[in-house]
């Protein structure tokens, strides 16, 4: 095995599992999110061309399913990911002791 994977796997080792839980739910909310924002307009002119003059119930389902994407799953994705970070740094400041002195 060569250095670079040996350092790799002994990194993923000592990650905390609660920030590896928050940053794989965090990869997953944004990988799920992103085609969701990018499709959903294709969706809306799906709808608008099969269903015609009766495709109002769709469009809101359709629009109360964008704008839940937009405002919810992908920030919440990112705030995953950045909470695992924050969560692995105070965790490997604590168990090493260490503070930053700001004066």
Not at 1 to 8: H, I, R, T
Not at 28 to 43: E, K, M, N, Q, S
Not at 72 to 89: D, S, Y
């Amino acid at each position: 095995m060569s250095p670079a994977n040996e350092a790799g796997r002994a990194l993923l080792t000592t990650v905390d599992p609660t920030s590896k839980k928050c940053l794989i739910v965090g990869i997953i909310l944004c990988i799920v999110g992103a085609p969701l924002i990018r499709y959903t307009p294709d969706l809306y002119f799906a709808v608008t061309g099969g269903l015609g003059a009766g495709a109002e119930v769709g469009m809101v389902a359709l629009d109360l399913l964008s704008t839940i994407v937009q405002w919810v799953v992908v920030p919440l994705g990112t705030t995953f990911i950045g909470a695992a970070i924050v969560i692995e740094t105070l965790l490997r400041r604590w168990r090493h002791g260490t503070e930053d002195n700001y004066n």
